[in-house]
Nanobody, 123 residues
Framework: QVQLVESGGGLVQAGDSLRLSCAAS????????MGWFRQAPGKEREFVAA????????YYADSVQGRFTISRDNAKTTVYLQMNSLKPEDTAVYYC????????????????WGQGTQVTVSS
């Protein structure tokens, strides 16, 4: 079983950047598709970005396309989410996710979740 721990969240102003990290332990993630989801207060958890185990397939939600970049370092068992041009509507708890089957992941297909890291963007 893989364990995921997110870091890098914080309070920033609109237009700023943040980089989230997700460190995996317990089992190699080199064959897992990895992704990020987020959940704002009162809303459902939503897909943000995902990357296949070989990094040859990457998907983004329309709301973050062009501003966020997902990447992974299998040697370091770490997944990153670079977030640029942040907006107040990006405010949420961000969760790292591992999916054994596909990078086209959904809430129901994710096998392992991290505990989440808070991102707050002030206007």
């Amino acid at each position: 079983q893989v364990q995921l721990v997110e870091s890098g969240g914080g309070l920033v102003q609109a237009g700023d950047s943040l980089r989230l990290s997700c460190a995996a332990s317990g089992r190699t993630i080199s064959r897992y598709a990895m992704g990020w989801f987020r959940q704002a207060p009162g809303k459902e958890r939503e897909f943000v970005a995902a990357i296949s185990w070989s990094s040859d397939r990457i998907y983004y939600a329309d709301s973050v396309q062009g501003r966020f970049t997902i990447s992974r370092d299998n040697a370091k068992t770490t997944v990153y989410l670079q977030m640029n041009s942040l907006k107040p509507e990006d405010t949420a708890v961000y969760y790292c996710a591992a999916d054994w089957v596909s990078a086209r992941m959904t809430r129901s297909t994710v096998g392992t979740w991290g505990q989440g890291t808070q991102v707050t963007v002030s206007s």
